[in-house]
């Protein structure tokens, strides 16, 4: 129903910077929430930003200041720009999708593939 695919990733030096993108498939992208999502090995998957469809935005308090997360309705496309670059950032970044249905506060989840980041010198 809904496909999801990540791309961006790659390896940058400290304080570069990378464009993850998301791209949507369907035409579900525009009323949903997007949100981008991260995980180290070893570590549980956490919250990096998202935006609901109006375009409010949250972010992790560890990347505030630094991403930029943002979306193009029109091409159902999700952005995040990431300035900055920490080694702690390092991680394989996850495109979310939530979709509303037709309960009032329930939700179906989707999930992207993943793309790698590694920061590093």
């Known amino acids: 129903q809904v496909q999801l695919v990540e791309s961006g990733g790659g390896l940058v030096q400290p304080g570069g910077s990378l464009r993850l993108s998301c791209a949507a498939s369907?035409?579900?992208?525009?009323?949903?929430?997007m949100g981008w999502y991260r995980q180290a090995p070893g570590k549980q998957r956490e919250l990096v930003a998202d935006i609901t469809s109006g375009g409010s935005t949250n972010y992790a308090d560890s990347v505030k200041g630094r991403f930029t997360i943002s979306r193009d309705n029109a091409k159902n496309t999700m952005y995040l720009q990431m300035n900055s670059l920490k080694p702690e950032d390092t991680a394989v970044y996850y495109c979310?999708?939530?979709?509303?249905?037709?309960?009032?506060?329930?939700?179906?989840?989707?999930w992207g593939q993943g793309t790698q980041v590694t920061v590093s010198s």
């Open positions: 369907g035409s579900i992208f525009s009323i949903s929430t």
């Open positions: 979310n999708l939530k979709s509303p249905t037709g309960w009032t506060g329930r939700y179906q989840y989707y």
